[in-house]
């Protein structure tokens, strides 16, 4: 365990989301899955900077209407509520040993070239919650657009312990 | 097993196609392979909508000049042509646990924001084929563009039976 | 082992850079991990064909500024860069058993329809660095943009050997 990962990620901007009530998926589709566990490999459907009642932080376009700040706080909440998807999982982000795979998509203009610093958002949630453990191996992909006028989608993969 | 998974994916709406005759892949690469296996997962390669003779199903872009419903054709055809690769794996698609992850990538223009219902075609298929274990986490990403007109593309991971 | 894969790689157009001196991850972020491995699989951070220095090999738009044929280069260049973060990771090319899932992000105008012409970059890499083993699963999407102006981004998985 993590001591504290609970704790820490409690602690910020946003509440983690309770995904079990109302059940995660509903306005994205009637059969999503919101996670596939096999062995200790956490796969995780991908993720909006959406509140539960379908409030969209920042939507639009970065280098159009909208700023890499922003960006960056989509990709923070968009990986807060990630987080809420793996406690649905395995009941508490202590049972992850270390995230896997960040792949960010970013809703920018063809003439956007900061994706990487609106994808920090995601690797600095990580490292706010898991510490050191939290370092990701990360790819932003800049795309033409995303569901319901969001700028930002989060697909994590993250490791189990042993026993989790 | 899921009796009838096989039987189930033979009346969907197009064939799923035989890729060991004429052997997948010819007219994206030299060197692709169609799926990887490692353990009970099984990672697929990137499935458009096309025949095998390469007639492209609703080719072109969301929000211009197709429709909602021609997109959600499209990733279903997409997706019954990705049943044919789990069959070129492993013989039948009653070897299928359940399936791990979808991403789905839809051909948009800037101002389309629709893409997680040209999603559910992936999901629908999933489930007239899968059943209740059909249920997959899933990304909808909108692309600007794919390879030769498509408008839809699907990479897709399942996870294999113990002993499959 | 396969023989003579580290020095089938270089003898590569490029060289195979080593991403412990400087550190990797540098420019696009403070915590990246350069790779993630879990059991025999080694997911890989996304490349771009950067050289350490920052230079960026056929900035711009396939469609646009960039033909097919420069494309096609910078996804051999960032085929290389991975090559590298596999050798971070466990030493040696010839610990890798078989690639298993690249996904190469190609930036094109709306119009471009060639991205798998691009992406036969990354396949011809493999091929020619791990031969018949090389074949990888694959999808090549087009994507509006990318960090720092990269036309071409690659995500690849790899499976060890046992026992490496």
């Given at each position: 365990?993590?001591?504290?990962?609970?704790?820490?990620?409690?602690?910020?901007?946003?509440?983690?989301?309770?995904?079990?009530?109302?059940?995660?998926?509903?306005?994205?589709?009637k059969r999503l899955k919101a996670f596939h566990?096999?062995?200790?490999?956490?796969?995780?459907?991908?993720?909006?900077?959406?509140?539960?009642?379908?409030?969209?932080?920042?939507?639009?376009?970065?280098?159009e209407n909208l700023t890499v700040e922003q960006?960056?706080?989509?990709?923070?909440?968009?990986?807060?509520?990630?987080?809420?998807?793996?406690?649905?999982?395995?009941?508490?982000?202590?049972?992850?040993?270390?995230?896997?795979?960040?792949?960010?998509?970013?809703?920018?203009?063809?003439?956007?070239?900061?994706?990487?610093?609106?994808?920090?958002?995601?690797?600095?949630?990580?490292?706010?919650?898991?510490?050191?453990?939290?370092?990701?191996?990360?790819?932003?992909?800049?795309?033409?657009?995303?569901?319901?006028?969001?700028?930002?989608?989060?697909?994590?993969?993250?490791?189990?312990?042993?026993?989790?």
């Amino acid at each position: 365990m993590t001591p504290g990962s609970d704790a820490r990620a409690d602690r910020l901007e946003h509440p983690v989301p309770d995904y079990s009530d109302p059940p995660y998926g509903g306005r994205y589709g009637k059969r999503l899955k919101a996670f596939h566990r096999t062995g200790s490999l956490l796969v995780l459907s991908g993720m909006t900077p959406e509140d539960r009642d379908g409030t969209v932080l920042h939507p639009g376009r970065l280098g159009e209407n909208l700023t890499v700040e922003q960006g960056y706080a989509a990709a923070r909440k968009a990986t807060i509520n990630t987080l809420g998807l793996i406690r649905l999982a395995v009941g508490s982000l202590g049972q992850v040993l270390a995230p896997v795979q960040a792949l960010g998509f970013v809703v920018g203009t063809p003439g956007f070239d900061r994706h990487h610093e609106v994808g920090e958002g995601v690797s600095d949630v990580l490292a706010e919650v898991f510490g050191e453990a939290g370092a990701v191996t990360r790819a932003n992909l800049g795309v033409a657009g995303l569901a319901r006028g969001n700028c930002f989608e989060l697909v994590l993969t993250v490791e189990l312990r042993p026993g989790a």
